[in-house]
């Protein structure tokens, strides 16, 4: 696969929620918001992935909007575990920084995307 930004960024995040997860789970015995954590987290690169090899450009603008609503959820549950004191700000704000920008980029491939179609068409 040749080189992809949002691919590239959205899979070193993954990383960094499992890497998460497993410390929420294991150091703080925090289960289910970490679960939730995990499986939006990983979900957005996953669907950055599925748009990568879309079959159409509306198949592409499907799963760049599942990844940004994942990329929404994601950055929901970190603020979750800030605000319920089972993380710092200053432990995740790296993690946060990404979530933002993931969101912001993938904002932008959405908005760009749909500008395209509606020209198409």
């Not at 925090?30 to 450009?57: C, D, H, P, W, Y």
């Not at 929404?72 to 920084?97: F, P, R």
């Amino acid at each position: 696969m040749k080189q992809n930004l949002i691919y590239e960024k959205t899979f070193n995040f993954a990383i960094q929620i499992v890497n998460l997860y497993k410390h929420l789970s294991t150091q703080k015995k925090e289960f289910v918001l970490s679960k939730q954590l995990l499986r939006s987290g990983t979900s957005i690169g996953a669907n950055v992935n599925e748009g990568i090899v879309a079959q159409s450009k509306k198949d592409f603008l499907s799963k760049m909007n599942i990844a940004l609503k994942e990329a929404a959820e994601t950055e929901y549950w970190i603020n979750l575990l800030i605000a319920t004191e089972y993380i710092t700000e200053s432990e995740v704000k790296l993690i946060l920084n990404s979530c933002r920008e993931i969101n912001r980029i993938l904002r932008k491939i959405v908005k760009t995307t749909k500008a395209q179609l509606e020209i198409d068409n």
